[in-house]
């Protein structure tokens, strides 16, 4: 088996009870075998950002995991299917969306699995949770360029 890495996860929802779902997917991932909690942000509310519905609500946490990257994958798209995530088109509202974020060190580029994300430091629902549990991984520079995406704190597990 291989040695544990920290793996960096984005959760959001704008569907259904989108607050519950990120609090439930935060709670089964953090159960997956071979994986434990690390950190996990405050829940925060944004606006959607090259997409449509409702606001979001995002969380980024942190595990420690022997999965692979790959395994990790498949393991986060059952969870999205289990809380009904369709893909009718790209940037369609969801009922649940789990990226992978970061992968230890790993750069990986394949048809299924881009690590880093390629559009995280874009992103405001990102790099402020993200701040919030590895303040070194998120220059004030990046935190600045997103400044003028709408997102608030709404909660402090």
Known sequence: ???????????????????QAVQDAMQAIATFEHCQLHAASPLYRSAPVDSSGPDYFNAVMQISTRLSAPDLLDRLHQLE??????????NAPRTLDLDILLYGAARIDSPRLSVPHPRMRQRAFVLRPLADIAPALVSAQELQAVADQAIEKVCIW
């Open 81 to 90: 299917r289990g809380a009904g995530r369709e893909r009718p088109y790209r």
């Open 1 to 19: 088996m291989r040695e544990p890495l920290i793996a960096t996860i984005g959760l959001g929802a704008n569907l259904g009870d989108a607050r």
